[in-house]
């Protein structure tokens, strides 16, 4: 039977010993046309965001680069451009220093793109057969693990859509898993991949005709040991009335957290953030926690742990449709509490893409569509003590 948490207490809520979020302002981040972070991530030498630019006839890849978090720099290198469409999803440091993952149009459909650079600074693009394949093919999530890389996506080949996993030993050389787990019945999609304790955990959502022959969509779930065997979580806790998807898992001491969104009603009307957690990828239990039933809409779309714990970042709503950004925090993924912050609730129309550790404490990047343009947006929370 599938199971659900009910938190009635914020004893496992984590205290942050800093003041309030604050906005990054810097004159780099904005330009012509539109633009917006995927992600960031911190290095040795300080912060790489990457991005879209859709300021010219067609996107192009971005990156940028920051020593603290507040000032930043594009990178230009032509290798992000070319015809029709380039973009950016995801970072992992490992390899020859960072990986970059994405899509590339340039061959008349969307092939997997990766990127690869010692500092941030200097680029070269990845060129592998396995990115190559019939149909469009994109990737949106890459971690690091001991023997190298798994990046994950999606396949879309004719009418069909299939998780798609890559595996690298060092970002440069690159294979396709072919699994049947990965595949099946409806249109699966992989959005995010964490590695923990027991594996790889990579979680997205199954898109399917139910007996009426209307589409419905419910959380999937994938656990494999090693990136190349993988199996899929079939758990009922993952369905339920309306549509389920996860965007974000991570793995802490305890084990792994998955955050997305339940659409309970139309989309973009009444859609609330969902939770699931499980201590070893396979069997997980539902959060049912009050903090994310409140009106409008609310999305997690990216979550990191670190030392202050999980941190989910995204979006909530205003009663006037405005996006604004929203950061939750929980000790262990069970208790969640939503911050409130100046830095939220200025005019205009922003959220937050993806959170790191790195530069003050804590950075979030996203976009702030406030102009007819929108632009780059970074947030930024200092943390102190232990």
Do not use: C
């Not at 942050?16 to 780099?28: H, K, P, T, V």
């Not at 050389?173 to 923990?196: E, H, M, T």
Request: charged share 15%; aromatic share 10%.
């Amino acid at each position: 039977m599938p199971t659900e948490i009910d938190v009635t207490t914020t004893a496992a809520l984590p205290a942050l010993q800093a003041g309030e979020w604050i906005r990054a302002d810097n004159e780099s981040l904005l330009d012509n046309g539109y633009q917006w972070i995927t992600d960031v991530i911190e290095t040795s030498d300080g912060l790489v965001a990457s991005g879209i630019d859709s300021s010219q006839t067609d996107p192009d890849a971005v990156i940028w680069i920051s020593p603290d978090g507040t000032s930043w720099t594009r990178v230009l290198s032509p290798l992000f451009g070319g015809p029709q469409a380039q973009g950016i999803h995801d970072l992992a440091s490992g390899g020859p220093g960072i990986i970059a993952v994405g899509f590339d149009g340039s061959g008349g459909n969307f092939d997997a793109a990766v990127w690869a650079s010692v500092d941030g600074t200097e680029w070269i693009r990845v060129l592998d057969p396995g990115f190559n394949d019939d149909g469009d093919q994109e990737i949106r999530t890459i971690v690091a693990t001991d023997s190298g890389f798994v990046a994950a996506g999606h396949d879309m080949s004719g009418n069909q859509v299939d998780a798609a996993i890559w595996v690298s030993p060092d970002g440069l050389q690159w294979s396709r898993v072919f699994d049947p787990a990965l595949g099946g019945f409806g249109n699966q999609r992989i959005y995010s991949i964490a590695v923990g304790e027991h594996g790889l955990v990579a979680a997205g959502s199954n898109y399917w005709p139910n007996q009426f022959g209307l589409y419905h969509m419910d959380a999937r779930v994938w656990v494999s040991p090693d990136g190349i065997s993988w199996s899929f979580i079939d758990d009922p806790i993952f369905e339920g009335p309306g549509w389920q998807f996860v965007s974000a898992v991570s793995a802490g001491p305890e084990g792994y957290v998955a955050a997305g969104t339940n659409i309970l009603g139309r989309p973009g009307v009444d859609n609330d953030v969902a939770v699931w957690v499980s201590t070893d990828g396979q069997a997980w239990t539902k959060v049912a926690e009050e903090t994310f039933a409140v009106p409008l809409v609310q999305r997690v779309s990216a979550m990191t742990y670190g030392p202050q714990g999980f941190v989910a970042v995204g979006y909530d709503t205003t009663t006037a449709g405005n996006r604004i950004p929203a950061v939750w925090l929980s000790a262990d993924g069970t208790a969640w509490a939503q911050i409130e912050g100046a830095a939220f609730t200025e005019p205009g129309h922003r959220w937050m893409n993806t959170v790191t550790t790195g530069g003050p404490g804590l950075v979030a990047a996203g976009a702030d569509g406030t102009r007819p343009m929108g632009d780059p947006a970074v947030w930024l929370y200092p943390l102190v003590g232990p």
